[in-house]
Every structure is written in C-alpha cells, then in structure tokens.
C-alpha cells in the first residue's frame, strides 16, 4: 500500500465521526440500530473507528520501516543469484559454457548478453568483450604468480583468490571500447560504458562493482565489469543502487 501519514488519518476519523453524527437517525434504522440512544451508537461506531486506525496506522508504520518492501519476488537460490566475493567461495563450481565472441559464459546468458551486445552496437558503440569464465585453474594460476611475484597479502588485493572471482560463475564479463580498452576508472567516462549503464538492466545486467561500494563487494570500482541476474532484479538494483550483496540481503 502507498504511505501517507497520520495526519491524512486523522483528517478521515474526523469526516468519519462528524458524519456519524449527521446520519445517526439513518444509522440507528438501517443497521438495527433500535433500543440504542445516538451517543451509545456513536460510541459504538467510534470504538470500531479507533481500532481500524490502529491496525491501519500499525500497518503504515510497518511499511515505512521497510523502504525496500516492493523488492520483488524471487528466490535468491537461483541460479543467476550465486555469489561469489572476498567472503564467499564457491570451490570449483563450473557452469555449462557457450563461447561468444571468443569468450566463455554460462549457456544460459548467451542470448541476454547477445541481445545487450547488439543494441549497442546499434548506437555506433565499438563493444569489445575481454574477459568472461575463468576456471578455478585458471584463477589459482593467475593468483599464484601475483603471489609469487608480490606475496600472498597484497596478490588478494589485485587478483582475486581461486574460488571467489565472480568469472567463475560464468555470469559476467568485463566489457570495454575497442578503442579503449584500459580498464581503469576512466573508462566511465566512455559512452560505452554511459549507455551499457543506462540499459544494462533491459537485458538482466547490473554494473557490478559501483564506485564508493568496495567496502561492501570487497572489490575496486569497475565499470567495465557487467553481470547477469535477470531482468527483475537488474531493474530493482539499478533503480535503488544497490550492489547484489545489499540486494540478496534484503532476502534473509
């Protein structure tokens, strides 16, 4: 229900009490009213009035305490709502792949992201897709040599740990402009990057990692780094800004 406050309430008790008293006559005879005086029916009446405003003021306040109550329905044990990050490992989990433009996804994005792919490309946008799945293999190689070569503390802080690169889940990519392909803040100021945020969520894509967010996905801003979770959900995350670690909270 919409919210309105308790003054819009008060204003409907009293245009309620005063015709109450108007039509009391009317009231006694068509509601079988008889052998009550009009102040025992009024009373009557207002007791029924007072607690309908309570359970209408508790209901208000209920829904003013949950700003995210219009969240949609979904079930967040799905597939396009696995979560990978710094604090949650999903082992060596392996979607079925598809390849796209020479990279690997999860079957089941290929169209979505063919269809995002083609709408901007449709705009004059040079899209380049640069990197999708890495296996676990492949992020415990790439995370060893940066330990080797930087110790173990600060490689987490540039490749993620086998286990907890969202690539593995097959669901996102990084995608960049053929002509800049820089993947640094910078490329937010690409029209690439402008449209694919403006419209990633028509195709079930959110930007992933926003800017002043690292504290809560344990990953840098990365506005080339898009991801899949339905077209329900990119639409309520996008819309409230949300990151899909607050977005899959609102569930538990």
């Known amino acids: 229900m919409e919210y309105f406050d308790?003054?819009?309430?008060?204003?409907?008790?009293?245009?309620?009490?005063?015709w109450l008293l108007a039509g009391i006559s009317g009231i006694a005879?068509?509601?079988?009213g008889?052998?009550?005086?009009?102040?025992?029916?009024?009373?009557?009446?207002?007791?029924?009035?007072?607690?309908?405003?309570?359970?209408?003021?508790?209901?208000?306040?209920?829904d003013a305490s949950d700003p995210y109550r219009d969240r949609p329905d979904i079930d967040t044990g799905d597939w396009m709502f696995i979560l990978a990050n710094p604090w949650n490992d999903i082992g060596d989990y392996?979607?079925?792949?598809?390849?796209?433009?020479?990279?690997?996804?999860?079957?089941?994005?290929?169209?979505?992201?063919?269809?995002?792919?083609?709408?901007?490309?449709a705009e004059g946008l040079s899209v380049l897709l640069s990197s999708g799945y890495r296996s676990y293999a492949t992020q415990t190689w790439l995370?060893?040599?940066?330990?080797?070569?930087?110790?173990?503390?600060?490689?987490?802080?540039?490749?993620?740990r086998p286990g907890t690169s969202e690539?593995?889940?097959?669901?996102?990519?990084?995608?960049?402009?053929?002509?800049?392909?820089m993947k640094d803040a910078s490329?937010?100021?690409?029209?690439?990057?402008?449209?694919?945020?403006?419209?990633?969520?028509?195709y079930g894509f959110?930007?992933?990692?926003?800017?002043?967010?690292?504290?809560?996905?344990?990953?840098?801003?990365?506005p080339w780094h898009f991801r899949y979770v339905g077209k329900e959900a990119a639409a309520y995350i996008m819309e409230h800004d949300l990151t899909l670690e607050e977005f899959l909270e609102l569930y538990q």
């Open 206 to 222: 959110i930007v992933r990692f926003p800017k002043g967010r690292e504290d809560i996905t344990g990953i840098i801003y990365e």
């Open 187 to 202: 490329l937010e100021n690409t029209q690439m990057y402008q449209w694919m945020s403006r419209h990633c969520a028509e």
């Open 34 to 62: 008889a052998g009550h005086s009009p102040g025992e029916l009024l009373i009557m009446a207002g007791g029924q009035l007072a607690q309908e405003v309570s359970e209408l003021e508790a209901e208000v306040a209920e």
């Open 167 to 181: 690539h593995q889940t097959g669901l996102c990519c990084d995608i960049t402009d053929h002509y800049y392909e």
């Open 29 to 32: 005879s068509s509601k079988g």
């Open 6 to 18: 308790k003054r819009a309430v008060s204003a409907a008790v009293i245009t309620a009490a005063v």
């Open 143 to 160: 995370f060893n040599r940066k330990a080797d070569e930087y110790g173990e503390k600060i490689a987490a802080t540039i490749v993620a």
């Open 94 to 121: 392996t979607p079925e792949l598809e390849y796209l433009e020479g990279q690997q996804f999860d079957v089941r994005i290929i169209e979505p992201m063919e269809e995002m792919v083609e709408a901007a490309r």
